[in-house]
T-cell receptor
C-alpha cells in the first residue's frame, strides 16, 4: 500500500465549476500536508500547506485535512482554464524531516 | 530573487556514461532536496542535504547514485554508468533554514534521457 494515494484522473470539468481533489494517507504520524500544482514539463509549485487537521483558505483554493479518516482535500472554486494542470498532494511526518511523500498526482482539465 | 536553478534542462546520455545534474538553491536557502519523477508516477524523494552534509539519503539507490552540496557552488546529483531505467525528470528543491520542507521551492527539473 502506498503511503499517499491519489486518483490520477484525468478529471475534466467546465469552466466555473467547483473542483474537488482528494488524497488518502496511511501513516498516522504525518503532520504536514501540502498541495502542489505542476504544469506540463515544469516543476511543482507549492499552493498551500496545512498542519494537522482543519481548513485553510487562499483565494479560490481551500485545503482540508481530516486526520481521523486520513483524508486530504483541495477545493478549487470558480475553476479557470489556467487551473488545468496536475495537482500533487504530499505529506511530511514531522517538521524536521526533508522527506516529502507525494501522491501520484491528479490531472485536471478545465474546459472553457 | 532568482528561483531554484537547475541545469541542464535536458540531458541525453548513452548507456554506461555518467550524468551530472546541477542545482543552485534560492538565495539564503541552506537545505536542498532531490526528487525523481518517472513517467506516469509521482515524485519520489531521493536525498536531503545541507551544506557539506547528507542528512537523509534513504531514497537513493545503493549503487551508481551520489549527491553532494559543497560549501561553495551548486548541489550535484551524479549518476554513474547510466541505464535506460534512469530516464526520468529529476527535480531539486530548496528551503530556508529552520523551515525544512514546509516551504520548499522546486526548480524546473532536468530531464534525463538514456539512449
Amino acid at each position: 500500500q502506498k503511503e499517499v494515494e491519489q486518483d490520477p484522473g484525468p478529471l475534466s470539468v467546465p469552466e466555473g465549476a467547483i473542483v474537488s481533489l482528494n488524497c488518502t494517507y496511511s501513516n498516522s504520524a504525518f503532520q504536514y500536508f501540502m498541495w502542489y500544482r505542476q504544469y506540463s514539463r515544469k516543476g511543482p509549485e507549492l499552493l498551500m500547506y496545512t498542519y494537522s487537521s482543519g481548513n485553510k483558505e487562499d483565494g479560490r483554493f481551500t485545503a482540508q485535512v481530516d486526520k481521523s479518516s486520513k483524508y486530504i482535500s483541495l477545493f478549487i472554486r470558480d475553476s479557470q482554464p489556467s487551473d488545468s494542470a496536475t495537482y500533487l498532494c504530499a505529506s511530511l511526518p514531522s517538521s524536521n524531516t526533508g522527506k516529502l511523500i507525494f501522491g501520484q498526482g491528479t490531472t485536471l482539465q478545465v474546459k472553457p | 530573487n532568482a528561483g531554484v536553478m537547475q541545469n541542464p534542462r535536458h540531458l541525453v546520455r548513452r548507456r554506461g556514461q555518467e550524468a551530472r545534474l546541477r542545482c543552485s538553491p534560492m538565495k539564503g536557502h541552506s537545505h536542498v532536496y532531490w526528487y525523481r519523477q518517472l513517467p506516469e508516477e509521482g515524485l519520489k524523494f531521493m536525498v536531503y542535504l545541507q551544506k557539506e552534509n547528507i542528512i537523509d539519503e534513504s531514497g537513493m539507490p545503493k549503487e551508481r547514485f551520489s549527491a553532494e552540496f559543497p560549501k561553495e557552488g551548486p548541489s550535484i546529483l551524479r549518476i554513474q554508468q547510466v541505464v535506460r531505467g534512469d530516464s526520468a525528470a529529476y527535480f531539486c528543491a530548496s528551503s530556508p533554514p529552520g523551515t525544512v520542507n514546509t516551504e520548499a521551492f522546486f526548480g524546473q527539473g532536468t530531464r534525463l534521457t538514456v539512449v
